[in-house]
C-alpha cells in the first residue's frame, strides 16, 4: 500500500538575510545625504523586532521605505513586517518598533485549514504549534491545496511556505 504523502505550510524567514538588509540599511544611513546628520538608528533586536529611532516622522518613514526596498532585494517578504505606532523618544526624536512575524498564529492556522477543507480534495489537515501539516494519499491532491493556497495569498495577512515535501 501507498504511503500517505504530506508537507507542511509554515511562516518563516531567512535570518541571516534579514541581518544582511540591516546592515545595508544601517551603510545607507551613514552615506545618504538627507539622513547623515540626524541621529538616525536602526536596531534588530534578537531576530524578533526591528526599532528605528530618528530627529522626525518624514525621515522615519524615508527609513522604513529603505528597509523595505532591501528587504524585496533579499527577497523576503514584507508581510513578516509588523510596524506598531510611531511614538516620542528622548531629545525630541521619534521612534518606531517593527515586530516580526514568524510562526502561524492559531487563527491564521485555523483559517488555512477552512480554505483546505473548502477546497474538498482528500486531504488532511492539521495543526501543529506554528505550522499546519497537510497529509493525503495523492501527490496531485496535495498540489492543488498548494495551489489553491496560493490564490487565497492576499486574504493571509502572513509570508507563507511549503516544505517538508514528501
Same mark, same amino acid.
Given at each position: &500500500?501507498?504511503?500517505?504523502?504530506? +508537507?507542511?505550510?509554515?511562516? =518563516? +524567514?531567512?535570518?541571516?538575510?534579514?541581518? #544582511?538588509?540591516?546592515?545595508?540599511?544601517? !551603510?545607507?544611513?551613514?552615506?545618504?545625504?538627507?539622513?547623515? *546628520?540626524?541621529?538616525?538608528?536602526? =536596531?534588530?533586536? =534578537?531576530?524578533?523586532?526591528?526599532?528605528?529611532?530618528?530627529?522626525?516622522? &518624514?525621515?522615519?518613514?524615508?527609513?522604513?521605505?529603505?528597509?523595505?526596498?532591501?528587504?524585496?532585494?533579499?527577497?523576503?517578504? @514584507?508581510?513578516?513586517?509588523?510596524?506598531?505606532?510611531? =511614538?516620542?523618544?528622548?531629545?525630541? #526624536?521619534?521612534?518606531?518598533?517593527?515586530?516580526?512575524?514568524?510562526? @502561524?498564529?492559531?487563527?491564521?492556522?485555523?483559517?488555512?485549514?477552512? +480554505?483546505?477543507?473548502?477546497?474538498?480534495?482528500?486531504?488532511?489537515?492539521?495543526?501543529?504549534?506554528?505550522?499546519? !501539516?497537510?497529509?493525503?494519499?495523492?501527490?496531485? *491532491?496535495?498540489?492543488?491545496?498548494?495551489?489553491?493556497?496560493?490564490?487565497?495569498?492576499?486574504?493571509?495577512?502572513?509570508?507563507?511556505?511549503?516544505?517538508?515535501? !514528501?
Amino acid at each position: &500500500m501507498a504511503k500517505d504523502a504530506s +508537507f507542511d505550510i509554515v511562516s =518563516e +524567514f531567512d535570518k541571516q538575510e534579514l541581518t #544582511n538588509a540591516i546592515d545595508q540599511v544601517k !551603510r545607507e544611513l551613514s552615506t545618504r545625504f538627507d539622513l547623515k *546628520d540626524s541621529n538616525s538608528k536602526i =536596531e534588530l533586536i =534578537e531576530q524578533k523586532s526591528i526599532n528605528i529611532t530618528t530627529n522626525d516622522e &518624514m525621515k522615519l518613514k524615508n527609513i522604513y521605505d529603505i528597509l523595505q526596498s532591501k528587504l524585496v532585494k533579499r527577497n523576503l517578504s @514584507l508581510k513578516i513586517l509588523d510596524p506598531q505606532k510611531i =511614538e516620542n523618544a528622548l531629545a525630541g #526624536n521619534v521612534k518606531q518598533e517593527i515586530k516580526l512575524r514568524q510562526g @502561524l498564529e492559531v487563527e491564521l492556522a485555523k483559517k488555512i485549514v477552512g +480554505f483546505i477543507k473548502d477546497t474538498k480534495l482528500k486531504v488532511q489537515a492539521s495543526i501543529q504549534g506554528d505550522s499546519v !501539516r497537510v497529509t493525503g494519499k495523492s501527490r496531485d *491532491d496535495l498540489q492543488d491545496v498548494i495551489k489553491a493556497i496560493k490564490a487565497k495569498e492576499d486574504e493571509i495577512d502572513a509570508p507563507l511556505q511549503y516544505t517538508n515535501y !514528501r
